[in-house]
């Protein structure tokens, strides 16, 4: 499979009402820049202030300056997630890259937190572990989580990921690195 620019959904049905959006480079730019106002003009999407908030900028800020080195990850690198039924953005979420040498690819996401606790970030994991089962050159999915985030930590538990070491995060700080081998479930 491609990864293409096409929003990814998948068939699963935890995962059905949610998509994953490629975000145009206008929107991009203005959302590391925290400018929600320029953001919304460069799109028809409702985007929320969470998008512009310090939780995301610096992940749009280090896209931005990853895309402008490699304009080819494009279509691999954090998308909005995006509810299906009424077109609301509900949050972030994609792989940090397209898979190393090694054929691993670090998954992100992130929800806004009035859309929290109803599946969205289930949904976004899916999406994206379906995605790497079907590209031949992925052979392991990583995610790294700080300690004190109990909901995410659970998430992952849940879909087979198992603890391989810790790094230290210049935004998050200490954070737990887990990883599933792939195809994953």
């Known amino acids: 499979m491609e990864i293409s620019e096409e929003p990814w959904t998948c068939r699963n049905p935890a995962a059905g009402r949610l998509q994953l959006v490629q975000l145009e480079p206008s929107v991009l730019a203005a959302l590391a820049g925290g400018d929600l106002v320029a953001a919304r003009r460069a799109t028809a999407r409702d985007l929320t202030p969470y998008l512009a908030s310090d939780d995301c900028v610096g992940v749009w800020r280090i ?14 690198v954090t998308r909005l997630a995006v509810d299906r039924g009424s077109g609301k953005v509900v949050g972030r979420a994609g792989y940090h890259g397209p898979p190393d040498e090694a054929g691993m690819v670090e998954v992100g996401y992130s929800i806004d937190p009035v859309h929290r606790r109803q599946g969205y970030a289930r949904a976004a994991l899916v999406i994206l572990l379906e995605t790497a089962r079907e590209h031949p050159g992925i052979s392991v999915v990583r995610a790294s989580v700080r300690p004190d985030n109990t909901p995410s930590r659970r998430l992952l538990d849940q879909y087979g990921f198992q603890e391989v070491g810790e790094q230290w995060d210049d935004v998050d700080g200490l954070e737990t690195v887990l990883e599933v081998p792939c195809p994953c479930s």
Do not use: K
């Open 63 to 76: 896209r931005r300056d990853q895309l402008a080195r490699n304009p080819a990850d494009a279509a691999w």
